[in-house]
C-alpha cells in the first residue's frame, strides 16, 4: 500500500476538515429554507420560495410584499442556527434573477 506524499497529505487533510464543515453549512441552510418556506406560507404572503442555487435563495414575491418579505427572509435566514458568529445575509430585487444580480 503507497502513501500519500506531502502535497497529497495535505490536501487530503484540508479535505477532511472542510468536509464537516460544508455539511454543517449545508444542513443550516437546509434549516433556514425550511424556515423560510414555513414563514411565507404562516404569513399569508404570495411570496414563494422557487430556487436555491449554491448559496443564494430565489424567491418571487410582489412589489407590495417586499418589506415583509425581506424582514421573514433576515430572519429565516439569520436565525436558522445559533453560532458564535453570526449568520448575515445580503437581500437583491430586481425583475428577474439576472437583474437582481446585476
Request: overall charge negative.
Amino acid at each position: 500500500m503507497a502513501t500519500a506524499t506531502g502535497p497529497q497529505r495535505q490536501a487530503a487533510e484540508r479535505q477532511a476538515m472542510n468536509s464537516g464543515i460544508q455539511g454543517l453549512a449545508a444542513d443550516i441552510f437546509k434549516s433556514a429554507l425550511v424556515r423560510l418556506d414555513r414563514t411565507l406560507r404562516s404569513e399569508q404572503l404570495q411570496a414563494r420560495l422557487i430556487l436555491q442555487v449554491h448559496d443564494e435563495v430565489l424567491v418571487e414575491a410582489p412589489p407590495q410584499e417586499k418589506t415583509a418579505v425581506e424582514a421573514v427572509m433576515r430572519d429565516a435566514l439569520t436565525n436558522a442556527a445559533h453560532l458564535s458568529v453570526p449568520l448575515e445575509v445580503t437581500l437583491h430585487w430586481g425583475e428577474n434573477w439576472a437583474a437582481a444580480k446585476g
